[in-house]
Structure formats: structure tokens, C-alpha cells
């Protein structure tokens, strides 16, 4: 089974940039899409961006983040990222990596099968 471990939270200030990385437990991983979300306190979780595994490719993002996110993947180290670059306060949530257990970029949530523990990102203005 498939585990996601992220890591790179923290507290920034507006403007600033951050990188967030989810580290999966094995090789099946670098098939499958991947998928960046996020919920801000008092809201749903809503779809950040999401990276085609070996067999599709390519990415697609939430139009919020469109310009100044951006996702990859290392499949050497089995990894993916989110950088963030203009970070805004209304970037401020709990961030999750999950990974949809198959090919095929998705942006709903109940899509995705593997779930990572969150990681908190905050951004002060």
C-alpha cells in the first residue's frame, strides 16, 4: 500500500516562496497521478494541482494558483512537489498530497486514493 509522507510547511510572509515535497513508500508510486490539495480552516478541501504518472504526463491547476504554483515529480526519488511562489494569506491551509492509485489526471477529491497527513502552511501579510 501506497504511503505519502509531506514535509516543507511552515510560516512565510506574502510574497515569499515555499516548497512542499511528498515522499511515497514505494516504485508503483511514479504510475500513478498525483495530486496537490488543500483546506483552509471552516472550509472544504478544494483541488490545488495534480501531475500525470509515467504513462500520461503533463499537469493541470486550479485557476487560484495558476502563474505562481507549481507541481513535479522526481520519479528517481519518488517524489513529488509544489512550489509556491507569491504566496498570498488566502494561501493559508492545510496542504495534502494524494495519489489517485491509477493514471489519469483528476481534480475531485473522492478520485484519489492515498492520502498524506497535511502539512500547514501559513502566510502572514
Known amino acids: 500500500q501506497v504511503q505519502l509522507v509531506e514535509s516543507g510547511g511552515g510560516l512565510v510572509q506574502a510574497g515569499d516562496s515555499l516548497r512542499l515535497s511528498c515522499a511515497a513508500s514505494e516504485r508503483t508510486f511514479n504510475t500513478y497521478a498525483m495530486a496537490w490539495f488543500r483546506q483552509a480552516p471552516g472550509k472544504e478541501r478544494e483541488f490545488v494541482a495534480t501531475i500525470g504518472g509515467t504513462l500520461d504526463g503533463g499537469s493541470v491547476y486550479a485557476d487560484s494558483v495558476k502563474g505562481r504554483f507549481t507541481i513535479s515529480r522526481d520519479n528517481a526519488k519518488i517524489t513529488v512537489y509544489l512550489q509556491m511562489n507569491s504566496l498570498k494569506p488566502e494561501d493559508t491551509a492545510v496542504y495534502y498530497c494524494?495519489?489517485?492509485?491509477?493514471?489519469?489526471?483528476?481534480?475531485?477529491?473522492?478520485?484519489?486514493?492515498?492520502w498524506g497527513q497535511g502539512a500547514q502552511v501559513t502566510v502572514s501579510s
Open positions: 494524494a495519489a489517485r492509485g491509477a493514471p489519469g489526471k483528476r481534480t475531485r477529491s473522492t478520485s484519489y486514493d492515498y
